[in-house]
């Protein structure tokens, strides 16, 4: 679901290549698998993704402990898994960040509560299902 911004998509495709392209999930050895398989939509994860103001560094400050407590509070109730800035490699500042939760809700309370969207640090934002198929066991 797009719920505004749209230059930083990463589409389910995208994200499946990468992991395939990952030199964990192609080692195999024989008669044991380093990753588990599944097809069922109980895997379901929702990926919040943010794109950032480009002076995000020197104006994040004041809301950056409600942010990350935001977070933590999440992840203490299972509801977030991980998260953190994200960008192109070795270029800093971030661009934006991204975040895996367990239920679209919890994406949608995180935006909805998290400081950085409400004092403008965040330019935009999207939340999409991705149906984990591969994972490490």
């Excluded at 679901?1 to 999930?25: E, H, K, N």
């Excluded at 950056?64 to 960008?87: D, F, M």
């Excluded at 661009?95 to 965040?122: M, Q």
Aim: with cysteine; aromatic share 8%; hydrophobic share 40%.
């Amino acid at each position: 679901m797009v719920v505004w911004g749209s230059s930083l998509l990463l589409g389910r495709a995208s994200v499946l290549a990468f992991l395939a392209s990952s030199p964990s999930a192609v080692t195999r050895q024989v008669g044991t698998s380093p990753f588990h398989t599944t097809t069922s939509l109980s895997a379901m994860q929702y990926l919040l993704k943010y794109e950032y103001i480009p002076d995000v560094l020197e104006k994040r400050g004041p809301y950056r402990e409600g942010h990350l407590n935001l977070a933590k509070k999440l992840i203490e109730e299972g509801k977030c898994l991980s998260g953190g800035p994200t960008g192109e490699p070795g270029v800093s500042p971030p661009t934006g960040a991204l975040f895996i939760f367990t239920e679209e809700s919890a994406a949608e309370a995180f935006v909805a509560g998290d400081p950085y969207v409400s004092n403008g640090i965040v330019t935009g934002h999207t939340i999409e299902e991705w149906n984990v198929v591969v994972q490490k066991e």
